[in-house]
């Protein structure tokens, strides 16, 4: 099965220090070389250490800064119930704009179990997507031969310039511990992606002792 290892993220996979919560997740240190005398190594999810050594980049790099979010796997469904089927309207919402529409569907995105959205990750999504691919997964996704079907990825990461604060580029990036398989409506969702033209793929996590 193919398993989506590219384009390069430029991070380390490697993780050290599994252990298992007591709610089920598993955990590891922060830093890939999990030395256990830093008290600031704390051990965080595999979705949220990805995450964390992405943002990490911004350090590294004089005009660009990395950030992203984790993804709801009802995203595009939440975005959907609170803001309506109008998706080119979406793209012109502001940030508060989106935010009084996601109060205002608070109960209807109780019934369903969605999550709310802050209207500033919205605008992330909305901008780093562009027009026309943020309509190609908002009907992908809330169109009745899709209903029952996920796969949406963990991570939606994105690249920004410092200086025009314009997104140069994103990914979306499924997180996997070393033998956790993809399931069959992730791999068509990364396939779906890919197709077009959205740079998608796992990040399989390396254990070290």
Not at 96 to 102: G, K, P, R, V
Request: hydrophobic share 35%.
């Amino acid at each position: 099965m193919c398993e989506f290892n590219s384009p390069a993220l430029r991070i380390s996979n490697i993780v050290k220090g599994r252990e298992r919560r007591p709610d089920g997740r598993v955990v590891y240190y922060l830093d890939p070389l999990g030395e256990n005398g830093d008290p600031a190594n704390k051990k965080l999810i595999p979705e949220k250490i990805v995450l964390q050594r992405w943002k990490l980049r911004s350090n590294e790099s004089e005009s660009m800064d990395f950030s992203g979010m984790r993804l709801s796997p009802n995203i595009w469904r939440s975005l959907h119930v609170a803001l309506g089927s109008d998706y080119r309207q979406i793209i012109e919402m502001t940030e508060e704009e989106i935010d009084a529409n996601f109060d205002k569907a608070g109960p209807d995105l109780t019934k369903s179990n969605f999550k709310k959205m802050a209207g500033s990750k919205v605008k992330k999504i909305t901008d780093g997507l562009g027009l026309n691919d943020f309509i190609k997964l908002m009907e992908r996704h809330n169109s009745l031969e899709h209903a029952g079907i996920f796969g949406t990825p963990d991570l939606f990461l994105y690249a920004q310039n410092r200086l025009t604060k314009e997104i140069e580029y994103i990914r979306f990036v499924e997180v996997k511990k070393p033998d956790e398989p993809l399931r069959q409506d992730q791999v068509t969702e990364l396939k779906f992606l890919n197709e077009i033209k959205i740079k998608a793929r796992v990040l399989r996590l390396i254990e070290r002792d």
